[in-house]
């Protein structure tokens, strides 16, 4: 079973509307969630990061954590064709700064 | 406030040859963390340090190694070069070595031929 799991995609979903991307991880001693949007030839940029079961919010984007079930996900509001990218999830476990990621889930945005 | 700076940002070596990358982190940031990113493996965790100690490490060969200077920046080498190791390496700040906000540079493309 691989640490963290994405569905690769792509995720095809119309301008304006809300694009759902999920992550499954395995380590219950996972203690933070990152999500990263990677352009083709980028390095990957942060989005959102969350650590505490809920929601966060943060303009277009709401990061959502469910410990218990293990998966974290990312909505994206009113998709633009600027969205289109690969979507990485990374999880944080331990004291260091070792990010774990899953392979990522290409979002198309569709005129 | 400036981001991760790396360099150099493109090169090109030979099999056999050893290539030294580096890294600035964030202002204030103490912990820098690196990254090996292939289309077959995606991104893997090759080493973090904090404080100039080595905190953690990846599952790559000994032809892998880093360091951290008192200033905070980093340098990762790779020695005998294969050409599996064309990658891009993306080094990581981050302001606590606990895994707050984690920022990425724009990476170095290395290929190997």
């Known amino acids: 079973q691989k640490e963290v799991e994405q569905n690769s995609g792509p995720l095809s979903v119309p301008e304006g509307a809300i694009a759902s991307l999920n992550c499954t991880y395995s380590?219950?001693?996972?203690?933070?969630f990152f999500w990263y949007r990677q352009y083709s030839g980028k390095s990957p940029e942060l989005i959102m990061f969350?650590?505490?079961?809920g929601d966060k919010e943060d303009g277009r984007f709401t990061a959502q954590l469910n410990k218990a079930s293990q998966y974290v996900s990312l909505l994206i509001r009113d998709s633009q064709p600027s969205d289109s990218a690969t979507y990485l999830c990374?999880?944080?476990?331990?004291?260091?700064?070792?990010?774990?990621f899953g392979t990522g889930t290409r979002l198309q945005v569709t005129l | 406030k400036a981001g991760v700076t790396q360099t150099p940002r493109y090169l090109i070596k030979t099999r056999g040859q050893q290539v030294t990358l580096s890294c600035s982190p964030i202002?204030?940031?103490?912990?820098v963390s690196w990254y090996q990113q292939t289309p077959g493996q995606g991104l893997q965790f090759l080493f973090e340090?904090?404080?100039?100690?080595?905190?953690n490490k990846g599952n790559f060969p000994g032809r892998f190694s880093g360091r951290q200077f008192s200033n905070s920046r980093s340098e990762m080498n790779v020695s005998t070069l294969e050409l599996g190791d064309s990658a891009l390496y993306l080094c990581?700040?981050?302001?606590?070595?606990?895994?707050?906000?984690?920022?990425f540079g724009e990476g170095s493309w290395l290929t190997v031929v």
């Open positions: 990374a999880v944080l476990t331990g004291t260091a700064s070792k990010l774990t």
């Open positions: 380590d219950r001693g996972s203690q933070s």
């Open positions: 202002s204030g940031h103490r912990s």
């Open positions: 990581a700040s981050s302001s606590q070595g606990s895994g707050n906000t984690i920022y």
């Open positions: 340090y904090f404080s100039e100690t080595q905190r």
């Open positions: 969350i650590y505490s079961n």
